[in-house]
């Protein structure tokens, strides 16, 4: 059995959620935690902060979803190269 597309399949998985990774981390400069805490800010500065944070939110959530779904897809791959090599050398006598 040939391996090569579900590796390269599962590393898509992996660098998308790389990206995603560097997507919050851009999105997340734009945050200001302190504007939360001074009663005094701006309407402007509130919608904009309530923007970054649901777009955070957003983010944050296909990102779990993305990593979930790549660790599990990793270790099946890996659990099905394992029992064919054991299946293999069962047969093989090796």
Not at 21 to 43: M, P, Q, Y
């Amino acid at each position: 059995m040939n391996f090569v597309p579900y590796l390269v399949s599962w590393a898509l998985l992996a660098v998308t959620v790389l990206a995603l990774f560097v997507w919050r981390k851009a999105v997340a400069i734009g945050e200001d935690d302190n504007l939360h805490l001074v009663g005094g800010a701006s309407v402007e500065k509130n919608a904009a902060q309530s923007a970054v944070a649901q777009k955070l939110e957003l983010i944050d959530r296909w990102g779990k979803i993305a990593t979930v779904v790549t660790i599990i897809y990793g270790l099946i791959l890996g659990g099905i190269y394992m029992w064919m090599g054991w299946v293999q050398n069962r047969y093989t006598g090796a």
